[in-house]
């Protein structure tokens, strides 16, 4: 069996999707698969099913739920253990998406320690396709926000860590559609537009790029009352001159390009004259 979470809780048993009924399951599941080989507590799985109130059933809910998961996971070769008053979904990594992710981005970084960022960066690229959605998305468990919340840092770090690497790598333009896509999911993060900034710069899209940077300035002040960072005003000024400094050396190709044709054509009609005038005294 292989458990997806970086994105809709998923089960599969080869090429077939297995079907986890009920919420209270799925947010005990979840429990369970976010903190894979390691023990949850009765306790701590009562509060992720009903949020702090529980009913007084709700021990013997959740073990009767867990003797069912445990049968079909046994399909599979999986176990759920018990220790004392905790459970504990055994896996290996390659069975589970986030550990797989979280695998990944370990071996980028000895990569990048020893500097193989062509390694690197094809590291973090794998493990960032491996997201498929949001952490668990579609359960809400107040009680699992907390390491939702862990997952999505570590997501957050790995592709602030493969636009490093890219970006070192001379790679600025390459990163650009990934960089639209992520602003999107990240629309406050002022690092990754500027970084999206930087990449149009670099691709010769200078004024979409201060475009970028203005509206990421709109957003902050219009819907969370602040203002952008030193490093976005320093960066938008920056793109600015340059987007000038583009416009007038366009303007100036636009007239040596003009200049160029009115000779040509000067000296075409001179030719033509010349050549008139030797036909005429032929």
Not at 155 to 167: P, S, T
Not at 172 to 186: E, G, K, P, R
Not at 190 to 202: D, F, K, R, W
Not at 212 to 220: P, T
């Amino acid at each position: 069996m292989e458990f997806y979470f970086l994105g809709p809780l998923t089960i599969r048993s080869g090429a077939t999707s297995v079907y986890l009924s009920g919420e209270r399951s799925q947010k005990l599941f979840a429990a369970l698969l976010l903190n894979s080989n390691q023990p949850v507590s009765v306790e701590r799985l009562i509060d992720v099913v009903w949020d702090h109130r529980p009913p007084g059933t709700a021990r013997q809910q959740i073990q009767n739920r867990l003797g069912r998961l445990r049968a079909l996971l046994l399909t599979g070769g999986q176990r759920i253990t018990r220790t004392g008053n905790s459970y504990a979904l055994e896996v290996s990594e390659k069975q589970i998406d986030g550990l797989r992710f979280r695998q990944l981005c370990t071996q980028a970084e000895q990569a990048r320690c020893a500097g193989q960022l062509d390694r690197a960066a094809s590291l973090l690229h794998a493990g960032l396709t491996l997201w498929r959605g949001s952490t668990i998305q579609g359960i809400d468990s107040p009680a699992l926000r907390g390491d939702i919340v862990r997952w999505e840092e570590a997501r957050l770090r790995a592709i602030e860590a493969v636009v490093a690497v890219e970006f070192s790598r001379q790679r600025h333009s390459a990163m650009t559609t990934d960089l639209y896509s992520w602003v999107q999911h990240y629309p406050y993060h002022e690092g990754l537009h500027c970084s999206l900034a930087e990449a149009l710069h670099a691709g010769s899209r200078t004024a979409e790029a201060v475009h970028v940077l203005h509206q990421l300035k709109l957003r902050l002040a219009r819907e969370l009352g602040i203002n952008a960072g030193t490093g976005v005003h320093g960066l938008h000024r920056r793109l600015l001159g340059a987007d000038v400094a583009e416009a007038d050396e366009s303007a100036q190709l636009k007239r040596q390009a003009a200049e160029a044709i009115h000779r040509a054509l000067t000296e075409t009609t001179q030719a033509l004259k010349v050549l008139s005038n030797a036909i005429a005294s032929y």
